[in-house]
């Protein structure tokens, strides 16, 4: 299969910590098209450290990275979101537009602290929930309170909160530990999808092929459409006005 949606990425360049310049940029497009990938959604961090930048400035970005998406491919789409480091004031600055949501839609990928308690994870998820965002846990595979307890999974599952997982992980670039909790939330069907977290292009890089060839492989290619592309592409639906 050739199309998998990269939901997760910091390709946008000198906006956080990932693409250094528009050089960078171009290589990490490059890497994603020969990986089989076709659409991205760019989330760059917010984040009181590792970015902050404007909804202008983003939105100025992406042109360029559409811009050289095109040159590549007409084909090669490119969206806009945020990787959203959960505090007291994202849901006031989301609802007021200075925090942007995938696409424009009410999905919001938000991130936590890896030893953040599970307790406090579900209590932001709610918030988030209660003002009508549907949530997406970043690389959920990260939080020692929820990999250590399963529980927390299928109490954030029946909340409705949808699992990321990064696709290094799938494969192992983890650790075993990690790999083997990822396996047992796509066996359960636990997972929404899947992203890159691409940082850079000569280390975190925009890969995808094996992990979804061992997705294939291990589950099908019906499940592996699933989380690789169906369920992100919920996301690139146009808002009805």
């Known amino acids: 299969m050739e199309g998998y949606i990269d939901m997760h990425s910091h390709i946008l360049p000198g906006v956080d910590d990932g693409a250094r310049d ?3 940029m171009r290589e990490m497009l490059r890497i994603a098209y020969e990986e089989g990938i076709r659409c991205i959604i760019a989330t760059p961090h917010y984040h009181p450290r590792r970015g902050h930048a404007s909804p202008g400035k983003l939105k100025e970005q992406t042109i360029l990275l559409r811009r050289e998406a095109h040159a590549i491919d007409e084909r090669f789409r490119i969206y806009l979101g945020t990787e959203i480091y959960f505090g007291q004031e994202v849901v006031e600055k989301i609802r007021s537009g200075r925090i942007l949501t995938m ?3 009410n999905y919001v990928l938000v991130e936590f602290s890896p030893s953040d308690p599970s307790d406090y994870i579900c209590q932001s998820v709610q918030k988030l929930q209660v003002n009508g965002y549907e ?26 909160v949808h699992l990321q997982v990064n696709a290094g992980s799938i494969i192992g670039e983890n650790g075993w530990k990690t790999k083997k909790f990822i396996k047992k939330l796509m066996k359960e069907d636990m997972l929404f999808c899947v992203g890159t977290d691409a940082h850079r ?5 925009p890969r995808m092929r094996e992990a979804a060839e061992y997705v294939e492989k291990k589950f099908g290619g019906e499940y592996m459409r699933q989380i690789f592309f169906s369920n992100a592409k919920k996301m690139l639906r146009k808002v009805d006005r």
């Open 201 to 205: 292009s000569d280390s975190r890089q």
């Open 103 to 105: 696409n424009g839609r």
């Open 22 to 24: 528009v050089d960078e």
């Open 135 to 160: 949530v997406i846990v970043a690389h959920v595979e990260r939080y020692a309170s929820l990999v250590s307890d399963m529980e927390q999974i299928y109490r954030l599952h029946e909340m409705g």
